[in-house]
């Protein structure tokens, strides 16, 4: 399967195909001339698939190395890029050559911001190998890092050339990992897809994932893609993709990044979000029971301790959503339809109460 994002100045293909890590030299080649490539990866996706790909992007013509870094949530920082940037001139990258992106959400978002930013910028491909990359941070070409103030608060637009999902590749996820990617899954069925919704109330839970993977991703795609043409740059439409993270990336960083994985928070944002906007009439009268139902289904946690409203307020406002005294908030008014709450900041502390 094959979804096209159709950006007027730089369209590009999420090639959706079981199997396809093993053929992505010839993906490649299909892509970019021959050239200097540099996979960025971590130690543990690196372990299982570099040189694979490394092989077939030299078999392919190209010239490969491989950086490497610790894996997990805590090291998307600017260390870690700096560590990169000094690997590609050591292996003498110029803005002809390209990085390809191999791992999850962190490693896509960091070589992404790397790609983007080293030498003003040399062109990327993805290569996604989690539920959550394949998914959703993948796709649309949002680059960052973290820093103590906030999640992905130093970052960049920069699309990528292609991006390839081998849904196969998930059956090497641990339990947790497979699971924390449905967040964002449930997401978008609740903001944009109600077939998608059906989809996984038709599901027995966390056992049917890897059945139903390649639909799963493929409706998730589908999605992040109609958002990502009409609003590339997050100032409308795009915005509705960010239902459950406002308050799920203040979760993440005051637990400490990697303690609470990004699909655990969105799930804990979401629920969180919608009990309050509820209570104040701003969503269906049950809609938050439904979504805490669908979460815990799958597995998902929608709750999570020790909650500290002030922590999570003080994180808030360094949110990029937040404009000036106002914060853009997502809700869900009914299934399938999202809409913008834009609230004062001090508002926002009724929002984090329990």
């Known amino acids: 399967m094959k979804v096209s994002v159709n950006l007027p100045h730089h369209p590009y293909d999420i090639l959706i195909e079981n199997g396809s890590l093993a053929k992505v030299g010839?993906?490649?080649?299909?892509?970019?001339k021959p050239q200097k490539i540099v996979i960025i990866t971590d130690d543990h996706v690196g372990g299982l698939y570099a040189n694979q790909v490394q092989e077939s992007l030299a078999s392919a013509g190209f010239e490969v190395a491989v950086f490497d870094f610790p894996e997990g949530e805590a090291q998307k920082n600017l260390a870690t890029v700096n560590q990169a940037y000094e690997f590609l001139v050591k292996t003498g990258l110029t803005r002809s050559d390209g990085i390809i992106a191999l791992g999850g959400g962190v490693v896509?978002?960091?070589?992404?911001?790397?790609?983007?930013?080293?030498?003003?910028?040399?062109h990327f491909l993805q290569i996604a190998t989690s539920l959550t990359a394949q998914v959703d941070s993948s796709i649309g070409g949002k680059t960052g890092v973290n820093t103590p103030f906030a999640k992905n608060m130093v970052g960049t637009f920069a699309q990528p050339d292609g991006v390839l999902i081998d849904p196969e590749v998930?059956?090497?996820?641990?339990?947790?990992?497979?699971?924390?990617?449905?967040?964002e899954v449930i997401k978008y069925g609740l903001i944009a897809d109600v077939e998608l919704w059906?989809?996984?109330?038709?599901?027995?839970?966390?056992?049917?994932?890897?059945?139903?993977?390649?639909?799963?991703?493929?409706?998730?795609?589908?999605?992040?893609?109609q958002h990502v043409v009409e609003d590339e740059l997050d100032n409308g439409v795009r915005l509705y993709l960010n239902f459950g993270h406002t308050i799920g990336h203040a979760v993440e960083q005051t637990a400490g990044y990697g303690n609470v994985m990004h699909g655990e928070a969105v799930a804990i944002g979401m629920v969180q979000i919608s009990r309050v906007a509820e209570k104040k009439g701003l969503m269906l009268a049950g809609i938050t029971e439904q979504i805490a139902?669908?979460?815990?289904?799958?597995?998902l946690p929608i709750d999570y301790e020790p909650w500290d409203a002030k922590a999570l307020y003080k994180a808030l406002i360094h949110d990029k959503k937040a404009r000036g005294s106002q914060i853009k908030t997502v809700i869900v008014p009914k299934l399938g339809q999202a809409a913008l709450n834009p609230i004062g900041l001090d508002e926002m502390k009724e929002y984090l109460e329990k």
């Open 108 to 122: 896509g978002d960091l070589a992404g911001f790397v790609a983007s930013t080293y030498m003003r910028g040399v």
């Open 198 to 225: 059906q989809l996984l109330e038709s599901m027995s839970g966390a056992d049917d994932i890897l059945k139903y993977a390649e639909q799963l991703v493929y409706h998730s795609c589908q999605v992040k893609r």
């Open 293 to 299: 139902h669908m979460c815990q289904k799958f597995g």
């Open 26 to 32: 010839q993906w490649v080649s299909s892509l970019w």
């Open 170 to 183: 998930l059956r090497t996820l641990g339990r947790r990992e497979l699971i924390e990617g449905m967040g």
